[in-house]
Nanobody, 115 residues
Framework: QVQLVESGGGLVQPGGSLRLSCVAS????????MSWYRQAAGKQRDLVAT???????YYVDSVKGRFTISRDNAKNTVYLQMDSLKPEDTAVYYCNTRPNRPGYWGQGTQVTVSS
């Protein structure tokens, strides 16, 4: 059974930082392209960043230069370092493969950026 468990969210002031983690089990993690997605209240779930099995990365324009995605295949973990956070980054953050697999969604982790 595949499980993706996100953690690391919280409440942070604008300009602050958070580091999200996602631990995967039940899959050959090192073989998968992994991504972070986010869903703000009342909006659709959108792609944020992607890391290939070899470490290549992709970011949507709104987070370029502020977020860094990375992975540790030995720990079956993908990370999202988020710096210079803005109120518009407030959302529930999820990890999944890319393309995403509907049965793999976890519970997500809430990130709230507010003063």
């Amino acid at each position: 059974q595949v499980q993706l468990v996100e953690s690391g969210g919280g409440l942070v002031q604008p300009g602050g930082s958070l580091r999200l983690s996602c631990v995967a089990s039940g899959i050959m993690f090192s073989r998968y392209v992994m991504s972070w997605y986010r869903q703000a209240a009342g909006k659709q779930r959108d792609l944020v960043a992607t890391v290939s099995s070899g470490g290549g990365t992709y970011y949507v324009d709104s987070v370029k230069g502020r977020f860094t995605i990375s992975r540790d295949n030995a720990k079956n973990t993908v990370y999202l370092q988020m710096d210079s956070l803005k109120p518009e980054d407030t959302a529930v953050y999820y990890c999944n493969t890319r393309p995403n697999r509907p049965g793999y969604w976890g519970q997500g982790t809430q990130v709230t950026v507010s003063s």
